[in-house]
């Protein structure tokens, strides 16, 4: 399956002062080996799936998916050209459905991560989960790398 490299995840308050929308932006770089774009020359399709998660634990890979944020079919390079693609997901999202603990009753801060996985057409295939940093969004909707 192809490899991911560089994952960043960035969270933007577009509205300052307030903090009722996030723009919540995913980049990355795909690396498919020679027998991935022979493959796809030959007819097999790549996707990429990305997943916005609420982080529980702080700091570890587990959570509750709180949106998919992107992903689709992937343009596989041919063989005879570089095999680096770069992607980049970006969605509008309210402050609000950011809230990965909502039961907590006081204001908190929300650790936000994405998960970055790989899917072949025609193969029950799917790829070793990536994950980005973690940003903590605080309550204000600033938020913190």
């Known amino acids: 399956m192809p490899t991911t490299t560089n994952p960043v995840l960035t969270l933007t308050?577009?509205?300052?002062?307030?903090g009722t929308d996030i723009t919540v932006k995913v980049?990355?770089?795909?690396?498919?080996?020679?027998?991935?774009r022979n493959l796809a020359?030959?007819?097999?399709?790549?996707?990429d799936?990305?997943?916005?998660?609420?982080?529980?634990?702080?700091g570890s890979?587990?959570?509750?998916?709180?949106?998919?944020?992107?992903?689709?079919q992937l343009d596989v390079p041919a063989v005879s050209?570089?095999?680096?693609?770069?992607?980049?997901h970006e969605l509008v999202m309210s402050r609000a459905s950011l809230d990965e603990d909502p039961a907590t009753i006081l204001p908190d801060n929300d650790e936000i991560r994405c998960r970055i996985r790989f899917l072949?057409?025609?193969?029950p295939a799917v790829s070793s989960e990536t994950f980005t940093n973690q940003v903590i969004l605080f309550e204000d909707g600033g938020n913190q790398l």
């Open 27 to 36: 980049e990355y770089d795909i690396t498919f080996n020679r027998l991935e």
């Open 81 to 88: 050209s570089s095999a680096k693609l770069h992607r980049k």
């Open 61 to 72: 890979t587990t959570g509750t998916r709180i949106r998919s944020l992107g992903g689709g």
């Open 13 to 18: 308050n577009e509205n300052p002062g307030t």
């Open 120 to 123: 072949t057409g025609g193969m």
């Open 49 to 58: 799936a990305v997943d916005v998660i609420g982080i529980d634990p702080p």
């Open 41 to 47: 020359q030959l007819g097999m399709n790549f996707k």
